[in-house]
C-alpha cells in the first residue's frame, strides 16, 4: 500500500493511541504517537508529519495551548483536536486558536477518517490565529455535552470566522438567542452591537419603522428621526427572532437589504448602505409557510444559507443535570438560597418531557431555589412540581352539525391549553390572517377569479379585496371550471 504521508498523534489515553495507529495504518497512514504535549510540540517544530491530531488534556501540557505555539512555525499544518470536555468553548477556542477541525471523544472513527482525509487533501494554505477565548466555563451561553449540541457547537465553531447568514430552526424555549448571541460574542463582530427584534412583538404597521427606522414627518406621530434596528447593529449582528411572522410587504424590503445592502428609511429618499450580520431564527416551519403564501421562497433561500436545528430538551436529556447545576449556580449567584437535587430527583426530572424546553427547566429550578425551605430537593417535591394539572373536558370532536364558531373555538382552545405558553403577542392580528386567506382564496375560486363578483359576495369595497388579495400574496386564477 502507498504511504499518505505521517499523521502525528498525541493523547494520554494509551487504547486510543492504539486505535487511531491501527485504524490510520491500514488506509495508509503512517503514524507516530506520543502521550505528551512535548513531544508532540518537538515533532511538529522539527518539521515531522502532515498532520496533527492532539487531545486537550494532557500531563505536561493543555493541547489548545500548544495550538498557537505549532501555528506560528508551521502555519498550514492541518491539526485535528480531540477532547472529552465537549464544551462550546472548548469547540470555539480549538478553532480560533487554528484547528482545522474539532471531534468530541468518544469520536467515531470513520468520521474521524473522513476529516482526515479532507484535511491531507485541502490545498495548504496558512490559517489565521485570533486571540483566544477568555470567558470561563460557568459563563458559557449554552451547556450540553450531549451527541446532539456537539455538532452544534461544531457547526459555530466553523461560523465563528464568517458573516454568512444563519437561520436557526427550534421549539420555544430551546435557546435561539443564546445561539444567536454566541455567534456574535465568540465571532469576528464581538466588537460590534447585537441587536435583537422580535417580529411577532411588534404591530405590523410598525415593523418597517422599527427595522428601517423613519424620517421626521414620514407618518402621523413621527415627531423625529428614528434609528431603526439596522442602523443600530451596524459593524454588528441583526437577529430577527421570530422571522415567520414578518409581513410580507416587510419582507420584501428585507430582501432587498439581503441582495444590494443597503435600505431606505421610512419617508426617506436616499439609500442607506448597512454592514450587518442576519442571524435569524424560527419555531414555524418556513418551507410550509412559503407553500401557503406567507413567507417569499427567495427570502427564504436568502436566510437559509446556514440552517442550524436546536434539538429539544427532550432529545438531549443527557444535558438536564448540567443544566440544573448550572442554574442552581446563577440561583445561588443571584442571593438565592443554595440548593442540590437527589439522584432519584434528578432522574424524575430528567424523564419528564419538557414541552418549554429549557426554558421550562430554568423556571423549575429557579421556584425551587425560592420557594422551597430545605437544601436538599427530593423526588416528592419534583412530583409535586411535574404533577400534571387537571385536564378541561376534552372539546367533542367535530361533527356535521358542528358550526363555524364552535370549529374556530375548537381550534383556538389548543393554544390555551393547560400547561401551554400564552401566544406571543399580535394573536389577534395572525388568527384574522389565518382566517382571511383561505376565505378569500375560497371566494375567488367559487367566482372563477372574478374579484367583482367576489367583493359583492363578501360584502367588501373591490378595492379593499384587492389590497387584501396583495398583502396576503393571494394568487389569483381567472376561469376556473
Known sequence: MTQKGTILVADDDRSIRTVLD???????????????????????????????????????????????????????????????????????????????????????????????????????????????????????????????????????????????????YGESGTGKELVARALHDYGKRRNGPFVAINMAAIPRELIESELFGHEKGAFTGAANRYAG????????????????????????????????????????????????????????????AVNQGLFREDLFYRLNVVPLRLPPLRERSEDIPDLVRHFLNQAAAQGLPAKSITPEAMDRIRRYRWPGNVRELENLVRRLAALYADDVIGVEVIDNELAEPPQPPRAAEPSEEETLT????????????????????????????????????????????????????????????????????????????
Open 406 to 481: 364552535g370549529a374556530i373555538e375548537r381550534h383556538l382552545s389548543k393554544y390555551f391549553a393547560a400547561g401551554q405558553e400564552l401566544p406571543a403577542p399580535g394573536f389577534y392580528d395572525r388568527m384574522l390572517r389565518e382566517l382571511e386567506i383561505p376565505l378569500i382564496s375560497l371566494s375567488l375560486a367559487a367566482t372563477r377569479g372574478n374579484q367583482i363578483k367576489a367583493a359583492h359576495m363578501l360584502g367588501l369595497n373591490r378595492n379593499t379585496l384587492r389590497k387584501k388579495i396583495r398583502d396576503h400574496n393571494i394568487q389569483v386564477i381567472r376561469g376556473l371550471k
Open 229 to 288: 434596528r439596522f442602523e443600530q447593529a451596524e459593524g454588528g449582528t441583526l437577529f430577527l427572532d421570530e422571522i415567520g411572522d414578518m409581513p410580507i410587504e416587510a419582507q420584501t424590503r428585507l430582501l432587498r437589504v439581503l441582495q444590494q445592502g443597503e435600505y431606505t428609511t421610512v419617508g426617506g429618499r436616499t439609500p442607506i448602505r448597512t454592514d450587518v450580520r442576519i442571524v435569524a431564527a424560527t419555531n414555524r416551519d418556513l418551507r410550509q
Open 22 to 168: 491501527q485504524a490510520l495504518g491500514r488506509v495508509g497512514y503512517q503514524v507516530r504517537s506520543t502521550g505528551n504535549a512535548a513531544t508532540l510540540w518537538r515533532w511538529a517544530s522539527e518539521g515531522e508529519g502532515e498532520l496533527v491530531i492532539t487531545d486537550v488534556v494532557m500531563p505536561d501540557e493543555n493541547g489548545l495551548d500548544l495550538l498557537p505555539r505549532i501555528k506560528r512555525v508551521r502555519p498550514d499544518l492541518p491539526i485535528i483536536v480531540m477532547s472529552a470536555q465537549k464544551t462550546l468553548l472548548t469547540a470555539v477556542k480549538a478553532t480560533e486558536r487554528g484547528a482545522y477541525d474539532y471531534l468530541p471523544k468518544p469520536f467515531d472513527l470513520k468520521e474521524l477518517l473522513r476529516v482526515v482525509e479532507r484535511a491531507m487533501t485541502q490545498p495548504k494554505v496558512a490559517l489565521s490565529e485570533d486571540a483566544a477565548a477568555q470567558a470561563d466555563e460557568e459563563k458559557l451561553p449554552l451547556i450540553g455535552r450531549s451527541p446532539a449540541m456537539q455538532e452544534i457547537y461544531r457547526v459555530m465553531a466553523r461560523l465563528m470566522g464568517t458573516d454568512l447568514t444563519v437561520l436557526i
